[in-house]
């Protein structure tokens, strides 16, 4: 076994220690590593959906304007070294294994210690992703949360700005069952005196953020507002935009990243630049449209195959798979559609189905690698209410699922693959194993 692969069973083993919401352990465990974290210029990035879209848009619009930009995000699709990049390069094996090794002593140490618990997962990849970054002195970390906001890991971070996606529900048994709930969890990244950024929210999240951010006497710009957008076309092949923001307007932008919603996330990315600019960082038009026009996003509406056209899309949540399946069948509305889905159990799997299934013609139900995945039983009883049961088939890995899904599509066809970003990344691993994508 290699020194890496001890590693990844190391942090991987770390799950047996749960999930536990809260900002005491990871406070501790890096203030043995002198708070590398409070010495990030951190851009803090919070929502439902959106949120890693937004974040690789900041990212590569800042690496175009010649700044060192890490960017931390979760979870990964195929590797686990795509949760750390700098520049849009991931972290190297041999990082991964120094950052452990000075992370295990300080790991017991807080676990030892009485008050607090042996670190979690993501307690432990956030650390190593504070420490990198600082190790690197890039000259800003784009941090994504991984769950919520207020009591997520990365939320000891001061940012010098926070941004806001599109919040929707999901997490309700961490977040609670409002839209109020979630939002004042994921509005607590808002720190005092530091810019907020907001997409286009329903009035009821709106309030809440808005009323938080003039608590924490901190400046907001919200998309549809302060901060306007229009899209020229849309189109399987991407998005053309014109934005008029907190200090300038640009005139037909373009996004490659698929679906007409990515360009709210652009709005985000280039609201957030201009934040930075009013602070005396140089950012130039050419920067912002070269950064746009060159992130890269997988997983997110990625085309991975021609014939029959094969999309994967992470949606995992009823907002989010409904807004892919509406924007799929418009850029191409006379197309029969084979999805392949696979949803985890403590999601909202019974909308998830309701917005996927009344699009497609036949479906694959599947189960991505992991406990937390939803028995295709109960999922093709859930399907049996939209489609006709012969037109739904049951395959006990992705896999096999795609195989089944090429089976019945024709060249012609369209195979969409959803439901989870788990089951979306063991389907970019297959298309990567059979060489038919790179």
């Not at 590693?7 to 352990?25: C, F, Q, S, T, V």
């Not at 005139?251 to 709210?264: F, T, W």
């Amino acid at each position: 076994m290699t020194r890496y692969q001890k590693a990844i069973n190391y942090i991987y083993d770390l799950n047996k220690y749960g999930m536990k919401l809260g900002l005491n352990n990871i406070t501790y465990l890096l203030s043995l590593f002198d708070n590398p974290h409070l010495k990030n210029k951190t851009i803090h990035i919070a929502g439902t959906n959106g949120k890693g879209s937004t974040a690789a848009m900041i990212s590569t619009i800042l690496k175009s304007a010649k700044y060192k930009a890490g960017l931390y995000t979760s979870p990964h699709l195929v590797n686990f070294q795509e949760r750390f990049r700098i520049n849009g390069k991931m972290i190297s094996k041999k990082d991964i294994c120094d950052l452990l090794e000075r992370l295990k002593p300080a790991i017991q140490k807080v676990a030892k210690t009485e008050g607090y618990q042996h670190p979690t997962f993501f307690e432990v990849i956030t650390t190593m992703a504070f420490l990198y970054f600082h190790d690197q002195n890039v000259d800003f970390a784009v941090i994504e949360t991984g769950l919520g906001g207020r009591l997520d890991a990365t939320n000891v971070c001061k940012p010098i700005v926070s941004v806001i996606t599109n919040i929707d529900y999901d997490h309700m048994d961490q977040l609670g069952n409002t839209l109020s709930a979630i939002s004042w969890e994921k509005g607590s990244i808002i720190k005092k005196n530091t810019p907020v950024l907001i997409a286009q929210q329903s009035l009821e999240a709106e309030n809440v953020l808005v009323e938080m951010a003039n608590k924490m006497n901190s400046e907001f710009y919200r998309v549809g507002k302060e901060i306007i957008y229009s899209i020229n076309k849309s189109s399987i092949d991407g998005s053309n935009l014109n934005y008029s923001g907190l200090q300038n307007k640009y005139i037909s932008m373009d996004i490659p990243l698929r679906g007409s919603y990515q360009a709210e996330n652009a709005s985000l990315a280039i609201a957030t630049a201009e934040v930075l600019m009013s602070t005396g960082y140089f950012i130039s038009e050419k920067n912002i449209r070269d950064g746009l026009k060159n992130t890269n996003w997988p997983g997110r509406f990625e085309i991975v195959f021609k014939e029959p056209l094969t999309i994967l899309d992470g949606a995992h949540n009823p907002d989010g798979v409904k807004k892919f399946m509406e924007e799929l069948k418009r850029y191409l509305p006379d197309k029969k559609i084979v999805a392949v889905i696979g949803v985890f159990m403590d999601k909202d799997y019974r909308n998830i189905i309701k917005n996927v299934i009344p699009f497609v013609d036949n479906v694959v139900l599947t189960m991505a690698q992991n406990k937390r995945a939803t028995p295709t039983s109960i999922l093709a009883e859930e399907s049996e209410k939209y489609i006709d049961k012969n037109n739904i088939f049951q395959e006990i890995s992705v896999d096999l699922a795609i195989k089944k899904a090429f089976s019945i599509a024709k060249n012609e066809d369209i195979i969409c693959i959803t439901g989870s970003l788990y089951t979306v990344g063991e389907a970019k691993e297959f298309f990567i194993k059979n060489y038919l994508i790179k």
